[in-house]
């Protein structure tokens, strides 16, 4: 079974979807349009990549070559709203090992494969914050 669900914010449609049958406490990850009084920008620089030789756990004569790479992501939001609001922020990375170096504020957290941010922003504001990350291929 699917439930059509409409998403309000503050009385007004922001959007609709549909959730697919769920079971207690399972999560259903979707979004909803787009807002043009909230604007987004990121911004990701290459700091560092060095390629490495790894054993294969199964044989450690067995050599593969992977690569190490930092990145730095900047993201800025603008809120051009005249009411204050939560952004949560969430960035996939399909990579072999993930690792959170560094956040502005403490504000994003690794979660497996994931960086979700959470921050507040007031009305007709703006926020800068950057996080740090070491990725390593396959």
Do not use: W
């Amino acid at each position: 079974m699917f439930i059509s669900c409409i998403i309000r914010e503050l009385d007004h449609i922001v959007g609709e979807t549909v959730l697919p049958n769920l079971a207690a406490k399972d999560k259903h990850e979707f979004s909803v349009g787009q807002d043009a009084e909230v604007i987004y920008t990121e911004n990701v620089t290459m700091i560092s990549s060095k390629p490495f030789q790894e054993a294969v756990a199964s044989n450690s004569a067995n050599m593969q070559s992977r690569t190490q790479t930092v990145y730095k992501i900047d993201v800025q939001v603008k809120n051009f709203k005249t009411r204050s609001m939560k952004i949560e922020y969430k960035q996939l990375f399909y990579y072999q090992k993930l690792e959170l170096i560094k956040s502005t504020n403490d504000i994003c957290v690794q979660n497996g494969s994931s960086i979700k941010c959470k921050l507040a922003l007031n009305a007709n504001d703006e926020q800068v914050y950057s996080y740090t990350v070491e990725l390593v291929n396959n």
